[in-house]
């Protein structure tokens, strides 16, 4: 264990350069195992909205890994015209990662590239406990990079080889199929016709910033599996409602879900109870409860974003950087 007296800073450079697919996959599927065992501690999710377009989103989790507590603090700001009016990403934060005994700042952490790879690979990680085990044909619903990289990681999980694009810009959905299909060796199709697309497909993702629903319960045939991601207010849907009705639902983490993700929307309209929810995925992963049971069984899995996801990547970058010696170093306390 190195010494508390110096706190680690890893820029999004330093990040891509040591993490890998894999370790995002295998460390989210830790993370979720984890607190499937009740290993986890003091997770949190606050929200917070400003006068303007910028709103922020914070996120807060302990995991018991290895032989040592780790703390994870994440504050994003997301403001979707930040691109365009000031030439900086959309979404800008870090991570801050605290020794869990003593609350020492172990590593600030850009947010970046560690929020957008742990999302796909939490997805990933739902996806191989839920999804049917032959599903070859996925839907994509939203073109950018989210949509990529969940994409990616899907790819490693399922014997995916046929991908259909959706976006409400069209010209996203083509670049999207023209940049990956090359990259990943898979048949992808740009389309306008999500019913059509759905239809055909054994997992859907949803990964946009709706704030109406655009995917239909008469969408969606039996065997199918969603993965929605992209609400994590309550202001943004990208389900009918009606879909959690009456099939499988699976969340990250059920208290976070019940106020900003799809489920929320099925509980204010009386669709459903907190007690219709199946599982958290920490307990299928875990062994408590199965995942799929049946070939024909709808599965909706509802992913807010969990800081667990957050601390995990943490932790393995704050790790490797420490063996490589990588990153700079503060003495915040001189």
Known sequence: MAALNETLLLTRSDIAAMMSLEDYLEGVETAFRMHGQGKSFGTAMIHGDTPGELEFHIKAGGLFWRDRKYYGLKINGSCFSNKELRGLPNILGVILLFDGDSGFPLAVIDSAEPTIKRTGAGTAVAMKYLAAPDAKVMTVCGCGNQGRIQTRF???????????????????????????????????????????????????????PSKRPFLLKEYVLPGTTIAAV???????????????????????????????????????????????????????????????????EIIIYDATGTALQD???????????LARNAGSRIRLLD
Request: hydrophobic share 40%; aromatic share 4%.
């Open 230 to 296: 992209g609400s994590d207010n309550p202001q943004k849907q990208e389900l009918d409602a009606r879909l959690l009705q009456g099939n499988k639902i699976v969340v990250d983490i059920l208290s976070q879900c019940a106020r900003a993700g799809e489920l929320h929307h099925a509980l204010e309209q009386s669709l459903l109870k907190v007690e219709d929810v199946y599982a958290e995925i920490g307990e299928i992963v875990s062994g408590k409860k199965p995942g799929r049971e049946s070939p024909s």
């Open 311 to 321: 601390t995990a990547a943490a932790v393995l970058c704050y790790e490797k950087a």
């Open 154 to 208: 899907l790819k490693m999980v399922r014997p995916i080889a046929r991908v259909f694009a959706y976006d409400e810009n069209p010209e996203a959905a083509e670049a999207f199929a023209r940049n990956l299909k090359e990259e990943l060796g898979l048949s992808i199709r740009p389309t306008q016709d999500l019913a059509s697309a759905v239809a055909q497909s054994r997992i859907v993702i949803t990964c946009t």
